[in-house]
């Protein structure tokens, strides 16, 4: 396990020095350690689900273990999800890393994804 997230975190920051610049790999399980600061949140996504009856309309991505009992969420507004292709929910049981502003919502850390940029499919080779 410890090995797989080394490679993960290997290969996330080779693929996004190029674009936003290398940060460090946040794993889910950590997240509230960095609330109010940028971050780069890196893990599989336990459950994706777009809560269409919601104000808003938003779409969940679930990390950190099993919902309800997860320690971190990506919050997509309903807003800023038609700019995906395919559809939020196609990353279940991916491996992602979603950077942006890490809050507190409830008792756990969230990071309000402002478009598709902020979130990366993350691949092990």
Avoid: W
């Amino acid at each position: 396990m410890r090995c797989t997230r080394s490679i993960l975190a290997a290969l996330v920051l080779a693929a996004t020095a190029a674009g936003a610049g290398a940060q460090e790999m946040i794993p889910p399980e950590h997240a509230s350690r960095f609330i109010g600061k940028n971050g780069m949140v890196c893990g599989k996504v336990e459950r994706a689900r777009f809560a269409q009856n919601s104000e808003g309309e938003p779409t969940f991505l679930y990390m950190g273990g099993a919902f309800p009992r997860h320690t971190f969420s990506a919050r997509i507004p309903g807003s800023e999800r038609a700019k995906f292709n395919p559809a939020p929910e196609s990353l279940e049981g991916q491996d992602i890393c979603v950077v942006g502003n890490i809050r507190r919502d409830a008792s756990r850390a969230e990071i309000v994804v402002t478009g598709p940029a902020d979130v990366k499919l993350a691949t092990i080779r």
